[in-house]
């Protein structure tokens, strides 16, 4: 198996044997699981419903989260869309209130994708599936950029990582948010060189978030979070479709993430004890939520 442990090596397999970056990935996981191509792809086609079917919910419905913290901002987005008053365009508007909904689903405990974590599961259909149905993409091209997204993410995780605990929230929303750029760039034609430069510019506009959330839960300031790694996701894949190039490379931006990450302190890294969860504010929902459970 020709297994790859950078973009780079992903990229030099793509160009040797002339096969697509989703093909590389797809020969990976045929190779792991055993499975036949036509499974691999079956299992992808199943995680591209779950991911459609979690857009839904927070549209339509009053959903609020189990600490009744966060919800219905979806709804709000959404309805000033429809009424024209979107200061960003009708597609960019439907991004913005896609990636909440998922992200709200989440905090109420529906079923989501972790993409790569349930914390930022809002980047990638909120963006990647709002631009494929504006554009009308075949769905085995949908499939295909997921598993794009899914090697750049194997990357991240092996040389950096993709949890929030470990490296602030650039590991979480920042990894989706370069998974999602690539995803992005692939899917509307992109040349592999394009590709890495989406994901590696998406990456490094995050370099440093932290992972600060309020009371310990995945909702202040995570959801919005989501909304900021799909506009930056967008943003990114519109560079480099446009011929933008990243000055580093994919590879040495996701070693600096790790750098950064293993020096960011530990009241930065989801413990709540530093950033937004130590303000005012949210020692008083802290403690007004203590209360109630007792």
């Known amino acids: 198996m020709e297994n790859f442990n950078t ?16 093909q590389v990935v797809i020969d990976r996981e045929i190779e792991i699981t055993e499975l036949s191509e036509a499974e691999v792809r079956e299992k992808m086609k199943e995680t591209l419903e779950v991911m459609r079917e979690s857009v839904k919910p927070a549209l339509n419905q009053d959903i609020k ?5 966060t919800g219905g901002d979806a709804k709000l987005v959404d309805q000033a869309r429809k009424e024209g008053k979107s200061l960003v365009g009708d597609l960019f508007s439907r991004i913005i209130a896609n990636t909440l909904a998922v992200s709200e689903l989440n905090s109420a405990m529906g079923k989501i994708v972790a993409c790569p974590t349930a914390g930022s599961c809002g980047i990638m259909p909120g963006s990647l599936l709002t631009l ?3 554009y009308q993409f075949e769905e085995e091209k949908i ?11 194997m990357v991240i995780a092996k040389q950096a990582s993709v949890s929030g605990a470990a490296g602030g929230c650039q590991a979480e929303c920042g990894s989706a948010s370069a998974m999602t750029a690539a995803a992005i760039t692939y899917l509307m034609g992109g040349s592999n060189q394009a590709v890495a430069s989406a994901a590696a ?15 310990g839960l995945v909702e202040v300031p995570c959801i919005k979070r989501n909304a900021i790694g799909s506009s930056n996701a967008v943003t990114a894949a519109e560079m480099a479709l446009a011929g933008v190039e990243s000055v580093i490379p994919i590879d040495e931006v996701i070693t600096a993430m790790k750098e950064v990450g293993d020096a960011l302190p530990e009241s930065l890294k989801e413990t709540s004890c530093g950033g937004l969860a130590v303000t005012p504010t949210a020692c008083r929902i ?3 939520l203590q209360t109630e459970s007792l």
């Open 286 to 288: 802290k403690k007004e």
């Open 7 to 22: 973009v780079k090596e992903l990229i030099e397999i793509a160009e040797k044997k002339e096969i697509s970056l989703a």
């Open 132 to 134: 494929a149905e504006e």
């Open 65 to 69: 989260s189990m600490s009744g913290l």
């Open 201 to 215: 510019v998406a990456l490094k506009n995050l370099l440093g978030l932290v992972c600060d959330p309020v009371a």
């Open 143 to 153: 499939i295909e950029a997921l598993f794009v997204a899914s090697g750049f993410g």
